[in-house]
């Protein structure tokens, strides 16, 4: 077995500590006070001089003997706004729920970051560590690059992964070029004129304007966006009025759009602005397309994932590697990091059913369960990739 993953078997027990210790305490968006101080304060036990760049963004560096390029190694720390289902001793009881995975992310970064120590004169240049805020609301990496996260030093390359719920334990996932669909959120308001439900020719009815833009929606995706072309509009939200025999004065609906073209999202969303107001306007109604956040389609670098996936081989087998070309829909603000430096972002499979009845269940669902036997695995590959990309290129 690789020394790598031998010296991440031997810390396991302390990375399940901390990853429960986060899953017990899930905080929500861009303020992570609890998380912040807990991963704050194991990196200055280790030994490190963190500092907080952006409101609750970390970032910790580690050199070596020799000067060199810089590599960065990227976590996510924000939870969703659910309530917990599973039956795990340490579940969340504060409404909110690391359903995403993102407490095993940051477990794995602090136990690179123990390891790096340990392995300190190996290191030919720089890492940088960075815990990040707010991945869900797409805010997060943003915030962490205008706050120069990729300066002093300057940033070379950069890595991140994500655990994959559904894949076998500790098989690695790899894209090559666009492999995660940008993501646009946006709100509409639907504005009317509230009356009696008796008498609607009185009023203007924002639901039956909803209700037509809602429909008309769907014919974008359906009759102007080729079959070929990867595209989803979804509308998770609608939202309108309090009793039934009223007809409300407005309607809230809230979606979001995710293709793998930039430019195809940018069309959509645009189409989407034409279809919202001048359905409205006829119907004797106001509305607005409002975009809340959006991030762009992540885009791996070819060359730096066939390079960082031979040393996961060393790691993890050449067997437990699949590199693939194409994409789901799903969405990861690190793509923001991909179109500023080389990037690789890769999946690490956290269990199928067949290997537990808990584990297996979708991402974001309130019962998912991840097998806490690859967070060794993880620490490691963060460990041993960031190593011998920057001995591989030494100055």
């Not at 907080?52 to 969703?80: H, Q, W, Y």
């Not at 102007?224 to 989803?232: D, I, L, R, Y």
Request: charged share 20%.
């Amino acid at each position: 077995m690789n020394e790598f993953m031998n010296q991440a078997q031997l810390i396991k027990d302390e990375l399940i500590e901390y990853r429960r210790f986060i899953h017990e305490n899930p905080e929500v968006g861009a303020e992570l006070p609890k998380t912040k101080a807990f991963v704050m304060n194991k990196l200055m036990e280790f030994g490190y001089e963190p500092t907080e760049i952006c409101e609750s963004g970390i970032v910790a560096t580690i050199s070596g003997p020799n000067p060199g390029k810089t590599f960065l190694l990227r976590a996510d720390m924000d939870a969703l706004p659910m309530k917990e289902e599973t039956s795990c001793d340490f579940k969340s009881t504060n409404g909110c729920m690391h359903s995403c995975g993102h407490d095993m992310h940051t477990a794995m970064l602090l136990g690179a970051a123990k390891l790096l120590k340990q392995n300190q004169n190996q290191i030919e240049g720089t890492i940088k560590l960075v815990f990040q805020p707010d991945e869900e609301g797409f805010t997060g990496a943003k915030k962490m690059l205008e706050a120069g996260v990729l300066e002093n030093p300057k940033v070379d390359a950069a890595m991140a992964m994500h655990v994959h719920s559904g894949s076998p334990s500790n098989v690695v996932l790899c894209g090559l070029g666009t492999s995660i669909a940008g993501c646009n959120r946006f709100r509409i308001v639907v504005k009317g004129t509230g009356c009696h439900g008796a008498m609607p020719e009185l009023g203007v009815d924002p639901i039956n304007i909803a209700a037509h833009i809602y429909i008309s929606l769907q014919e974008i995706i359906a009759r102007e966006v080729s079959p070929t072309q990867p595209a989803v509009l979804t509308i998770g939200k609608f939202a309108g009025g309090d009793a039934p025999n009223i007809i409300p004065g407005e309607v809230i609906m809230e979606g979001t759009i995710r293709s793998l073209n930039k430019e195809l999202g940018e069309f959509i969303f645009n189409r989407m602005n034409e279809i919202v107001t001048s359905t409205a306007k006829m119907f004797r109604g106001e509305a607005e397309l409002i975009e809340l956040s959006s991030v762009p389609p992540l885009a791996n670098d070819t060359d730096l994932a066939k390079e960082v996936t031979t040393y996961v081989k060393d790691l993890v087998g050449e067997q437990a590697v699949v590199l693939f070309e194409g994409g789901g829909m799903g969405s990861e603000d690190f793509a923001s990091y991909s179109y500023e430096v080389p990037s690789v972002y890769m999946m690490l499979g956290a269990g199928t059913k067949q290997e537990d009845p808990s584990y297996g269940e979708p991402m974001h669902n309130e019962k998912v369960v991840f097998n806490e036997d690859i967070l060794a695995t993880g620490a490691a590959m963060h460990t041993y990739c960031a190593i011998m990309w920057l001995k591989n290129h030494a100055k």
